[in-house]
């Protein structure tokens, strides 16, 4: 029986901490789904979904249908579309490996809409397997190595270095409609919880919080974030907009459920291996509400602290159409630790 244990690294586990565990069985189970899928693949499929972790493809990223992607940003990645059911089964499998159970209705969710818009718009642009997947460097426990699952409305993206640190920023969905207003999904709301709950929020600000957290005179059309590479502090300066320390209590707790629902997208044991989360920073959280509190007008917010972003925007197609954006200033694609560790060890 002992031999068992420790051919299982169960006792390895008794020597961990249980975090620590979790993790690695988190983190190995992104790995083992990554190598069925690549195992999957032809040389030809190989080629489109794979490439090294230094390919500049890694941390070019964009939430826009492949019509309006410009010709020096095209998607790398393999397509559901250009895969077997089994292929497909597999890198569904490594979406999942990393998100919540929440997060994979979500997914499901947004590409559901492609079809609701494709008999709205007769568009064939709009595809629920025109989402792609794309894997760089080796997935190896101990190593570092990425993954993306994107498309229209979409973008996961997940850093995994020295097989323990893990970034999972940029990470963004949108939905159109917000709403669906006809059809069998009629009262779908994909977004419901970024919406609904930043709306709570805002109801609640007297008018001298609103007045601060009102930092410019209408939202834009859409996030000031895009899907630029990089993030900068400067854009989002820290110190306009309604600071955490002077919400109330209820608010406080608000505050605190909205962020949830961006973050626990993905599985608790990945939070845990992340550096930092905008939770662990709240102190430092100012928010920005510009618009309306009725649904079905425009309406933006952001919540801001020392490292992380969280944009919100619905104002296009009669803000039935949000996008919503967890960026991390230093740390998206996992930057910032690979800066500290080539710095470590380079030195």
Known sequence: MLKQFLHLGVAACFLLSLASCISHNATHDMVDSATDFLESLDAKQKAKAQAAFSSKDRTDWVFLPDKYIKPEKKRF??????????QRE???ALLHSALSQEAKITVSQVRLLEDVLLKLTKDPIRDSDLYYISIFGEPTDHGTWAWTFEGHHLSVNVTIINGHHVSLTPSFYGSNPGVVGEGEHKGLQVLAGEENIARKLAKTLTSAQLSKANVFNKPPKDIFSKDYTKVSRKDFDIR??????????????IVQDLINVYIEKFRPELLKNTDHTPLSEIDSLVFVWVGSTIPGKPHYYRLVTTNHLIEYDNVQNGAMHPHAAWRDFDGDFGEDILLRHHSKHHH
């Open 77 to 86: 990645g393999l397509t559901l579309k250009e895969m077997t059911k089994e």
């Open 240 to 253: 306009k907009g309604l600071p955490y320390k002077e919400m109330s209590n209820k608010q406080k707790e």
């Open 90 to 92: 597999l890198g569904i």
